[in-house]
């Protein structure tokens, strides 16, 4: 079942977005703590929808902990596993199943993490073998490109013939980021040398898009930047109350729990797990050390101002504050709602939108455009 509602979009001047000139300008989002609100979802998405997915076997989902990707892309959702993808039409119904883990051929060891070709093909990063496995509509695998020298973590579509690959960031000296071609595995180009650090963040990763332009964030970085097949480019850095790290603080220590305790006791919010860029609106997550030092944060692009939610109101009885968020590549977001929180009693009202719904059940996905 699908309940779609829209909402006018007015389209304002961007005062935060980059300038003219990306390699030199790099905006600064300073953002106060402030008490945190109840959103309403139209203050935050020019259109939304509700999709329910099938939830008999074999569509049935492990569990939101071990989802690492969803994707929408034209007619089809791919909800991407450690172990499996499964496929669902926009509606939600079940289509089919990849699952191809083994020792074969043609198998992958591990589901990273996965990416979606404009022709319907699917890369699946397999992080134990440090290899991109790729597979054709009909789950063929059409080739696998081993990267042995570098710890994989990441991948994501820079145009139809260059894949992102990033790296685990946890060696010296080696680049973080690598443009390489799809089709045949060759590294085009490598940037973004990070220091390694004792203390190593595990995390969902995502490459946020905002008019076919590729960002990079995440932990153990105030900076949202922009890749390139070429280099590099700064975007924003993220200020909240004035409690970013210093320079170099992550590898002040060779004693990781030093590090940690340093980042409590000093109060610092150097992480940013989540970001994406609307066409009004920035949206963004940050994390200190306790909980009074991390939200979700909204900025108005034109004033520079910015607000802390507490909890996105999904309905006006149903206020919930998201585990997961998964960017897409227009502006979209998609977040999986747990289906045993709408059988409590505070989302009862909206889990009557879609019969059959237990707490057994998939989670229902709400899929909107930031404003």
Request: with cysteine.
């Amino acid at each position: 079942m699908k309940t779609i509602l829209s909402i006018c979009l007015f389209i304002v001047l961007p005062f935060l977005s980059m300038a003219n000139n990306p390699e030199t300008e790099e905006h600064l989002i300073k953002i106060p703590l402030s008490k945190e609100v109840k959103c309403p979802l139209d203050k935050l998405f020019s259109e939304y929808e509700f999709v329910t997915l099938d939830s008999d076997d074999p569509a049935l989902l492990e569990g939101l902990d071990i989802i690492n990707r969803i994707i929408v892309k034209d007619d089809y959702i791919y909800v991407g596993d450690l172990f499996k993808l499964t496929l669902f039409d926009r509606s939600g119904k079940y289509v089919t199943t990849l699952n191809k883990q083994g020792q074969g051929p043609d198998s992958y060891l591990s589901l990273f993490n996965f990416t979606v070709h404009t022709n319907g093909d699917i890369s699946i990063l397999d992080r134990m073998a440090s290899a991109v496995v790729t597979y054709n509509k009909k789950g063929e695998m059409i080739r696998k490109n081993r990267f042995s020298e570098l710890s994989l973590r990441d991948l994501t579509m820079l145009d139809d013939s260059t894949l992102i690959l990033k790296t685990m960031g946890d060696r010296d000296s080696r680049d973080n980021i690598y443009i390489v071609n799809w089709k045949n595995g060759e590294v085009i180009n490598s940037y973004y040398p990070v220091a390694h650090s004792k203390l190593i963040h595990m995390f969902k990763d995502f490459f946020p898009t905002y008019h076919k332009r590729v960002f990079l964030n995440g932990y153990r970085s105030n900076h949202i930047y922009e890749l390139t097949r070429e280099k590099l480019l700064p975007a924003y850095t993220i200020d909240v109350d004035g409690r970013i790290p210093p320079k170099d603080f992550w590898q002040s220590s060779d004693n990781s729990r030093q590090l940690e305790q340093s980042y409590v006791e000093k109060g610092y919010i150097g992480h940013i797990p989540f970001f994406m860029e609307g066409e009004q609106k920035i949206l963004l997550r940050f994390e200190g050390a306790s909980d009074a030092l991390k939200s979700y944060a909204l900025i108005d692009k034109t004033t520079g101002k910015s607000e802390l939610i507490k909890e996105f109101l999904f309905d006006p009885s149903f206020g919930w504050e998201p585990e997961y968020i998964f960017p897409q590549s227009d502006g979209t977001v998609i977040i999986p709602i747990p289906s045993h929180l709408l059988s409590e009693d505070k989302g009862k009202t909206l889990s009557q939108q879609f019969p059959g719904l237990n707490e057994e059940s998939n989670p229902v996905l709400f899929i909107g455009k930031l404003r």
